[in-house]
């Protein structure tokens, strides 16, 4: 099976217009490790070209980017992916891809400002690459959704995921193919199901009884 690097996507050839209605905008981070799929998923699903800021993988980056052999990546991110999904006719779901590269780090900081929630995106091949996303995410506060991007090959088992990641029971996770739109929606609906689900908790707690 090919690789789901952002090579194999085709970007949307219709552009969707921003409904007037729309007035309600959510702000979505997609973050983890570099070549996991994040610019692939952001292009999957979006209803407009996105804006990317891919640059051509050179020698001189060879010691800094690693990429799993067979890859067939050729491209990076160097500052962030952006794409927008309607979800009716007032909401609109706004998406970072953040960098995935070390280097390109300190920008996450400044990406999360605003977020909503996040959705870590993992290569169960190098799943350590994926523990500093949550780190960060953990450390603003902001809820996230662990997908596993499909790449083919042995797959490890949810339970060996969680436990690798140090997941607690609470944070969903899903498998997914960042090439595919349909695939993609479905991990953005389970994030916004996830946050569903923890506004309605901490709503529950405030209630007087």
């Not at 891809?97 to 996450?108: D, K, V």
Request: net charge negative.
């Amino acid at each position: 099976m090919p690789s789901a690097t952002s090579e194999t996507v085709a970007e949307p050839s219709n552009r969707l217009p921003l409904r007037p209605t729309a007035d309600q905008g959510l702000k979505i981070v997609i973050v983890g490790g570099f070549g996991v799929g994040k610019t692939t998923l952001v292009r999957s699903v979006s209803e407009i070209r996105p804006l990317n800021t891919e640059e051509t993988l050179t020698q001189a980056g060879e010691n800094l980017d690693r990429l799993s052999p067979g890859s067939g990546k050729s491209a990076t991110t160097v500052a962030f992916d952006f794409g927008r999904i309607s979800l009716d006719e007032r909401t609109v779901l706004y998406l970072f891809g953040a960098p995935g590269q070390e280097r390109f780090w300190f920008l996450w900081d400044r990406l999360f400002s605003g977020t909503l929630g996040a959705v870590v995106l993992v290569d169960t091949r190098r799943l350590a690459d994926s523990w500093y996303a949550i780190d960060r995410l953990e450390h603003h506060g902001t809820p996230f959704i662990v997908a596993c991007n499909d790449f083919g090959g042995p797959r490890h088992s949810p339970e060996e995921v969680r436990e690798a990641l140090d997941l607690s029971p609470g944070v969903p996770l899903i498998e997914c193919d960042a090439r595919s739109r349909e695939s993609s929606k479905t991990v953005l609906i389970t994030l916004l199901t996830h946050l569903q689900s923890l506004a309605a908790a901490a709503a529950a707690q405030e209630t007087p009884r």
